[in-house]
């Protein structure tokens, strides 16, 4: 092993290398000292800084404190003045449309009254008129009477009423169906009297405004036939060769009305009352000492015994020393309690008071729970009661999906024996039977044979022109043993909305094949259509998912005047705007969407959302909204204070969509405000945010294009215990003045508006 190597000796430094070390080795210190002393002073400055803001935070919230009740009262005035306002005209409505019904001797039932209801049904029952004008005169009474008591129920209170008026809804609904199996009975009876003489069968369309019947009778049993048209209902199908040598009947009873949803929901939907009361800001007029009891709770977390019962004997001796007087207070409860039932029905959104928790004197805290709002933030399940899955997924939840255009009841019946005519007397086999359904098993298909080689009856349907479609649309069948909408059993399903552009394969067929064809082009090419196989005979619709246009992607209300606004809703599909005058309102879209009945014209609130609904557009939300759809969470306390506060100002100031509200936290809301008036857009310099919370309002210095979100509050501005005194600082004493004009109608149109669409929590 060879020996090691000796290292060479580092070189020595000589005294300028030294001195250079020593010198760079000083600057090094005193470097690092200049850099102490300068973070030092940073961080003086950033502690003084941060004492100078708290003390200015200090001198805010005292000043808040100091004048919170008074502002907290003059709300409560200003809400309690709309509110019995508006009370009393609804009453003068109600109270004049009940005498206008008596005066009129309507020979509609009340609905209310069973015995008036059982006496209706009781006598159409035994009525044995089947003339078709009479019959269908007699229906739209008792759809009316049918939907009447819809809207008894959900609104009922006391779930003693639920089964009475369930029993009155089905027995209508069944008698209706009736009535109307008997007229088809009546007329297929006498087909061989009106046979068509190009296909030697019985073909005939009856219409109404709410139902258009459609029956065929099979008189010849031609194997060749294969299609039935119905062209001016816009309906069609192909036979198989099996039932067109059959003694059948068909009938295609399209009714615009959808009453078989209700069945199931009445089937598998647990029976519930009115939803629970809205949380409005009269519950939260504390006394002065609920102030300062919640900020002792806060600085000592645990509370013993001794300590909770001192505070309530001196809640207790506040409360008995309090200036109000004990009746005005009564009446005063009778109030709240009275409005926040009558907000719950009107609006049915999910606006509860179950987070919300109560002091011993009743008045609320406006802390949110974290733990509500961390179990909350993920949209829970179903309920196990709402709906019965055990078939499999292709059960129709009728929460996600609406049927909407009418039902099909796509039914096949055994032929009623014809009538003959002997020697000038025509007879006729009488029989109290109705009709017999026929029973269609299909046969085994032939592979060898073409005409035979499908089982399944091929249909295509129109669209109604009474709905629009914001998607495509799905067709589900109805099950008659389980009550509810199915998706299975169809296939092929397509949708197609300008089938004029399209060219058919050119098929070698008769002259007379020919010609039909040509005519059921021209009628399909006037509008959309569905096309579909089904393997039975069975009622159908066409649905689209509830929420399609969930979430909103943006929303604003702009003042056009006195008492007038438009409340514009970007959604995910389609756009809507509302124009608001009084309360009156107008729907417009950025589409052209036809529906006269609904857009370009004046109504009320309530009723512009049955109609939007009814075709098919749906901007509103339910007890079922948060389960269908995910959200950012919100309190929903502090939600409705906000509706109430918006409405009372949307005369004069705008209000819209904030990107900082979906980051601010579960605790707070971020809204856009300025004043504004006019028909033309506010610029955008003129808005400012506010930061709605659980404590206080406040103006933020932060702006929309600012890169992150900050909750510091803007130099020139002060705390504010409600958001009307807050947006005051920065209105005009015009527009101020113009805020108390404001007609109590309009303010609880826009209210009841922002309670229905809930756009602070789904935008």
């Known amino acids: 092993m060879p020996p090691k190597k000796k290292g060479k000796k580092a070189p020595k430094l000589t005294k300028a290398q030294k001195a250079k070390l020593k010198l760079e080795e000083e600057e090094r210190r005193l470097r690092e000292e200049e850099e102490a002393r300068i973070q030092a002073e940073r961080e003086e400055q950033e502690r003084l800084e941060r004492q100078r ?95 009447e008591l819809e809207t008894l129920l959900g609104e009922v209170t006391d779930e003693a009423h639920i089964p009475k008026f369930q029993e009155a809804l089905m027995l209508l609904q069944n008698i209706v169906y009736t009535k109307i199996l008997n007229i088809s009975m009546e007329i297929l009876k006498g087909a061989s009297n009106h046979i068509d003489t190009e296909t030697g069968n019985m073909q005939a369309v009856i219409k109404n405004d709410n139902t258009t019947l459609c029956l065929w009778a099979n008189l010849m049993r031609n194997p060749r036939f294969k299609r039935l048209t119905f062209k001016s209902v816009g309906f069609g199908c192909e036979l198989t060769k099996q039932l067109a040598a059959s003694n059948v009947a068909l009938r295609v009873l399209y009714t615009s009305y959808d009453h078989l949803s209700i069945v199931c929901k009445l089937t598998h939907l647990k029976p519930t009352t009115a939803p629970p009361s809205l949380l409005t800001v009269f519950n939260d007029v504390p006394h002065e000492g609920t102030y300062e009891r919640d900020k002792k709770a806060k600085e000592t977390p645990e509370v013993t015994p001794e300590e909770t019962q001192q505070e309530a004997e001196e809640a207790q001796q506040e409360q008995n020393t309090a200036k109000e007087p004990e009746q005005e207070k009564a009446v005063e409860d009778d109030f709240l309690s009275e409005r926040l039932s009558e907000e719950s029905m009107n609006t049915g959104t999910q606006l509860t008071r179950s987070s919300i928790p109560n002091t011993e004197d009743g008045d609320s805290q406006y802390e949110p729970h974290t733990e509500d709002i961390a179990d909350a933030a993920t949209p829970p399940p179903m309920d196990d009661h709402a709906a019965d899955h055990s078939e499999g997924a292709d059960v129709v939840d009728l929460r996600m999906y609406t049927p909407l255009g ?13 009538s003959f005519h002997v020697k000038g007397w025509e007879i006729q086999k009488m029989s109290d039977a109705g009709l017999k359904v026929f029973k269609y098993i299909p046969e085994k298909p032939n592979p060898e044979d073409e005409e035979t080689s499908s089982t399944l009856l091929s249909l295509y349907v129109k669209l109604p022109e009474s709905v629009v479609f914001l998607e495509t649309p799905r067709a589900a069948r109805w099950d008659a043993e389980a009550k509810y909408w199915r998706m299975d059993g169809i296939i092929d399903f397509s949708y197609r909305e300008h089938v004029e552009e399209e060219v058919a394969p050119k098929v070698e067929r008769d002259e007379d094949d020919d010609d039909e064809e040509e005519e059921e082009e ?28 969930f979430p909103f992607r943006s929303w604003e209300l702009r003042p056009l005047g006195k008492d007038s606004a438009l409340y514009t809703i970007h959604g995910a599909i389609i756009d809507l705007s509302i124009t608001i005058q009084g309360n009156q309102c107008m729907l417009k879209s950025d589409r052209e969407l036809g529906l006269t009945n609904l857009f370009d014209r004046w109504m009320s609130a309530p009723d512009l959302q049955h109609t939007m609904l009814k075709a098919g557009i749906n901007i509103f939300v339910n007890e079922h909204t948060g389960k269908c759809i995910r959200f950012g969470h919100k309190d929903p306390f502090m939600e409705h204070v906000a509706y109430e506060q918006m409405a009372l100002f949307a005369s004069v100031c705008g209000f819209s969509w904030s990107k900082w509200n979906a980051k601010c936290g579960p605790e707070h809301f971020v809204i856009k405000v300025c004043e504004h008036q006019g028909p033309d857009p506010p610029p955008e310099d003129l808005w400012n945010l506010y930061l709605v919370g659980a404590q206080r309002f406040q103006k933020l210095e932060m702006t929309e294009t600012s890169d992150v979100f900050c ?26 003045t113009q805020t108390r004009e404001a007609h109590f109608l309009f303010v609880d149109t826009v209210q009841s508006l922002f309670c229905v669409t809930r756009p602070l929590m789904f935008c």
Not at 127 to 137: A, G
Not at 524 to 533: L, P
């Open 53 to 147: 803001r708290q003390e200015i935070l200090d001198r805010l919230e005292e000043k808040d404190s100091k004048r919170r009740g008074g502002e907290l009262g003059e709300l409560h005035s200003l809400l309690a003045k709309n509110y019995f306002a508006v009370k009393k005209h609804k009453n003068d409505v109600a109270q004049m449309t009940k005498w206008d019904k008596y005066m009129k001797c309507s020979d509609i039932p009340d609905p209310t009254v069973q015995q008036e209801v059982n006496t209706f049904i009781s006598l159409w029952n035994d009525n044995p008129e089947c003339s078709v004008q009479t019959v269908f005169k007699q229906c739209n009474v008792a759809l009316q009477l049918i939907e």
């Open 406 to 418: 009418g039902v099909f009841y796509f039914e096949l019946f055994h032929l009623p024996s014809q």
């Open 522 to 549: 021209e009628e399909n090419s006037r509008g959309a259509k569905v096309s579909f196989k089904i393997e039975r005979f069975s009622p159908f619709v066409l649905m689209q998912r509830t929420y399609a246009n």
């Open 711 to 736: 909750a510091d509050h803007h130099p020139d501005s002060e705390f504010h215990s409600t958001f009307i005194h807050m947006m005051q600082d920065n209105m005009s004493p015009v527009g101020i």
